[in-house]
């Protein structure tokens, strides 16, 4: 799956910022899709993740970073194969480049959903700059 994440740009403290990461084509929904942030002084760091709950294939779960909790909320649009982190109430430390990574349901567990060297694909990144 190609991945294409979008929506980055330069907010001020407590702005909100909605990054969308589109799919070329229908993502399968074994696919779990996760963002990630990095910085010049950081490794890539686990913000958010939503899965398809493998029992129905029906419904979604997400998971969250604690730093992001309450204030970042990923959902995904099936029909247009596109999933969004909308962020609001940004802090100067969410500044980074941020990613979007597809991880296959095999691999899927509440560890290995952080860890980016499990995921197989990933888009291209898009900064995002919080401050004043």
């Known amino acids: 799956v190609q991945l294409q994440a979008s929506g980055g740009g330069s907010v001020q403290p407590g702005g909100s910022l909605r990054l969308s990461c589109a799919a070329s084509g229908r993502i399968d929904n074994r696919y779990s899709i996760g963002w990630f942030r990095q910085t010049s002084e950081t490794e890539r760091e686990f913000v958010a993740h939503i899965s398809r709950v493998a029992s129905s294939w029906s419904y979604d779960i997400s998971y969250y970073a604690d730093s992001v909790k309450g204030r970042f909320t990923i959902s995904r649009d099936n029909p247009e194969s596109t999933v969004y982190l909308q962020m609001d109430n940004l802090k100067p430390e969410d500044t980074g480049v941020y990613y979007c990574?597809?991880?296959?349901?095999?691999?899927?567990?509440?560890?290995?959903?952080?860890?980016?060297?499990?995921?197989?694909?990933w888009g291209q990144g898009t900064l995002v700059t919080v401050s004043s």
């Open positions: 990574a597809a991880l296959w349901y095999v691999r899927w567990s509440t560890s290995n959903m952080e860890n980016p060297g499990l995921y197989d694909s």
